[in-house]
């Protein structure tokens, strides 16, 4: 076995995956010679690690200035490959830049050049305005979800970054959607075409029509919310008020929801997708920002609560649900007084709610916070050692835990969590006291 060979397993080991999926081995094979590759895949196909093995296979362990830079067109995209990437477990310096979170941070963490630096288009370009990176070594180039860049205006600004390379050697753009041309700044000439857009399945989503009058689709929706019995759901409102509205309804009848919407603050948002994910709440209620770019495969139901403008963003609304060959549904609020959109195909089965209805679950999970993170030099393993000597938790009382920079939110069973608290307030974790409560 070549050292390569030994890499590949050892990372494929760490992320816990058996093998490569197809579109994994196809680009890992094209990415050995091409300069240019163009990735056309859905959602959930595996395309972010698809992407981060041949580059990390090209890094040089020795090297002292950035030498892959990965461009996502939002904060929560690029988290979620840094995710991925911390998860191969590679031991090379990974920073991600975004908005909404410290530059004062970022330009500490700068002072040691990462090996991969991963951003949004905007704060990379504030970066290198600052004069605080410098990519002029820069030899790969990834731009993920380069469709959703477009859309969102990000042109200039990929130019922009794109000047300040000086070595480049590879660009790799992964696309959910076909292109025909390309900027010319980004010297993409015949790419190497990964296309597995074609061998994506239809997702198994159930439509059901649900009928409402204006004056009762409050309690219509929470009705239909108790159905579901605790499993994930997203509700989709067109506007921030709506969803606050909804929330607030929903929680003053004893329903946990969550809301998540672009007039939040940057770090409510990323506490609400942690607590989201984690099962600390069944459902989350958003407006079309939550349609793209979130990586929870296990949602079961898709609610529109009220229907977007456009057919596109419908069709992102329910590609929510029914992920990674998994089944799911999808709820349209219909209202006989009002018009439907022109692209909306009404389904013949009417979900009908049960005549003795269900009372709203619990999660049996609720959310710790931790007042220390990476730059304390705090990881999973430690946090789950803490609260297995400290706590008395078994593996099984602990669920999905999210290390940022400078806090920690986990995931603990719900029963008894004044005790627990009781115990570990006092303790110190790594011989540091934090502060730890209730993540609000």
């Not at 050292?3 to 816990?16: A, E, K, M, R």
């Not at 991969?116 to 288009?121: C, E, K, N």
């Not at 000086?166 to 700044?185: D, N, Q």
């Not at 977007?308 to 549904?329: C, D, W």
């Amino acid at each position: 076995m070549n050292p390569t060979h030994d890499q590949i397993s050892t990372v494929l080991s760490n992320i816990g995956f058996p093998s490569l999926n197809a579109i994994q081995e196809e680009t890992l094979e094209k990415s050995r010679a091409a300069k240019n590759i163009l990735i056309l895949s859905q959602t959930g196909s595996g395309k972010t690690f698809a992407f981060l093995l041949p580059l990390f296979l090209n890094l040089d362990p020795n090297a002292k200035h950035i030498q892959a830079l990965i461009l996502a067109p939002s904060r929560e995209l690029a988290i979620q490959i840094e995710d991925v990437w911390r998860s191969m477990r590679t031991n090379l310096k990974v920073l991600t830049c975004y908005g909404g979170h410290s530059i004062s941070t970022e330009k500490k963490s700068l002072t040691e050049a990462p090996a991969v630096l991963i951003g949004t288009p905007g704060r990379i370009c504030d970066h290198i305005s600052r004069g605080t990176i410098d990519l002029s070594m820069v030899e790969q180039f990834v731009v993920d979800e380069y469709d959703k860049c477009l859309e969102f205006g990000f042109d200039d600004q990929i130019s922009y970054i794109n000047e300040a390379f000086r070595c480049l050697e590879k660009v790799t753009l992964v696309s959910a959607t076909e292109h025909k041309e390309f900027p010319p700044y980004l010297d993409f000439d015949q790419p190497e075409i990964i296309n597995h857009l074609a061998f994506a399945e239809d997702p198994s989503i159930t439509f059901w029509k649900f009928p409402v009058r204006n004056q009762n689709k409050f309690e219509r929706l929470f009705d239909l919310l108790c159905t579901f019995q605790g499993e994930l759901s997203i509700v989709f409102c067109n506007f921030r008020e709506a969803t606050e509205s909804v929330c607030s309804y929903l929680q003053e009848n004893g329903y946990d929801a969550i809301v998540y919407h672009g007039g939040m603050e940057q770090d409510e948002r990323e506490r609400a997708l942690i607590k989201f994910r984690n099962g600390s709440f069944h459902t989350l209620i958003c407006t079309d920002l939550g349609s793209r770019g979130l990586d929870i495969p296990e949602i079961q139901h898709v609610v529109h609560f009220q229907f977007p403008q456009s057919e596109e963003a419908f069709i992102h609304r329910n590609g929510r649900t029914a992920r990674m060959k998994a089944n799911g549904s999808s709820y349209l609020f219909l209202n006989p007084d009002e018009r439907s959109p022109d692209y909306l195909k009404v389904p013949r089965e009417e979900f009908k709610l049960p005549r003795e209805m269900n009372a709203p679950v619990e999660s049996p999970w609720i959310t710790l916070y931790f007042s220390g993170g990476k730059k304390d030099k705090i990881n999973k393993i430690d946090i789950v050692g803490f609260l297995g000597q400290k706590g008395g938790l078994s593996k099984e009382d602990i669920g999905l835990i999210t290390v940022q920079d400078f806090s920690s939110y986990v995931a603990v069973k719900r029963k008894n969590i004044r005790d627990l608290l009781a115990k570990i307030r006092p303790e110190k974790i790594k011989g540091k006291k934090l502060k730890i409560d209730v993540s609000k």
